[in-house]
């Protein structure tokens, strides 16, 4: 009997922030189980590490410019007579005191992740919606975190972004049931990905003592995650049940014990783990 892949459901798929970290592993993954792939970064020479396996399209998109990106990924699903799958995972890091960070520097990061995210879910959804009776509909997975239960100490806006997004997934669960289309909300924990290296410290040359704590546990933390081919094998377990729902991953306390401690505990137990956890107390 021959193993189930993922192209035996989506025969292509649209993956925004693939030249590195997750993106990179989740085009990967799909690459491997025989999905065709366009895969998005800003600059395309970084997309060269996919280029080798067949089914792969590099695509140019920067998430910045909505209205562009919004126009990039039409031409795509044109070129690929449709998405059976959209993934997107496409973003950044800001960390630093809220009210050191310059207001325009944090209303971007919400506009570009959560804004233009949400938009290209709006257009990907569309595309499901217009197929006709009877044919496969697709899945929408959107790369959230843990941070939308676990808010991260000195990175406010991504918090927002991570939040309102699994809310805008939790929302379109319940519009779409019954329709055939499936929409996965995937909270990942720490990874070890280049993540860190990318995140803007706008307040780096004046942080606090707790700041400074706080970006050390931060980091070691990133670093000593697991792979990024964990979380592919997780959304890869999730699209072959077919189902919507959420993806909770990374290493076992943050899926798993701190998820269950939430449930049960208050929120002060709540945000006592969290000052531990990151030496903020």
């Known amino acids: 009997m021959t193993a189930p892949r993922v192209s035996d459901h989506y025969r292509t798929a649209f993956v925004t922030g693939a030249s590195t970290g997750l993106g990179r592993a989740f085009a990967e993954m799909l690459l491997n189980d025989g999905v065709r792939v366009w895969g998005t ?16 399209t590099g695509v140019a998109l920067d ?40 207001f325009a520097m944090w209303r971007e990061q919400v506009e570009v992740m959560l804004i233009n995210t949400a938009r290209l879910s709006h257009a990907a959804l ?8 009877g044919s496969r509909k697709g899945a929408l997975v959107n790369i959230s975190s843990l941070a939308a239960e676990f808010p991260l100490p000195f990175q406010s806006a991504y918090n927002v972004v991570k939040a309102g997004l699994s809310a805008l997934n939790e929302s379109l669960m319940i519009e779409v049931a019954g329709s055939g289309i499936v929409i996965l909300d995937v909270r990942p924990g720490d990874y070890r990905t280049d993540f860190e290296a990318s995140v803007r410290r706008p307040s780096a040359g004046a942080a606090t003592l707790r700041v400074g704590r706080a970006w050390a546990a931060f980091d070691k933390m990133m670093k000593s995650g697991p792979e990024p081919d964990h979380a592919a094998a997780s959304v890869r377990r999730a699209l072959l049940k077919g189902r919507s729902g959420t993806v909770r991953t990374g290493r076992f306390f943050q899926a798993v014990v701190a998820p269950f401690l939430a449930r049960f505990g208050t929120l002060n137990l709540r945000r006592r783990i969290q000052a531990g956890y990151f030496d903020v107390n």
């Open 41 to 56: 970064a800003r600059d395309t020479s970084r997309l060269a590490p996919l280029a080798g396996f067949p089914g792969f």
């Open 63 to 102: 998430l910045r410019d909505g209205d562009h990106a919004e126009a990039i990924f039409h031409r795509a699903e044109e070129s690929a007579s449709g998405f059976d799958l959209v993934v997107n995972n496409a973003g950044y890091g800001v960390f630093g005191e809220f009210t050191a960070t310059d």
């Open 126 to 133: 569309r595309g499901f919606h217009s197929r006709a009776a």
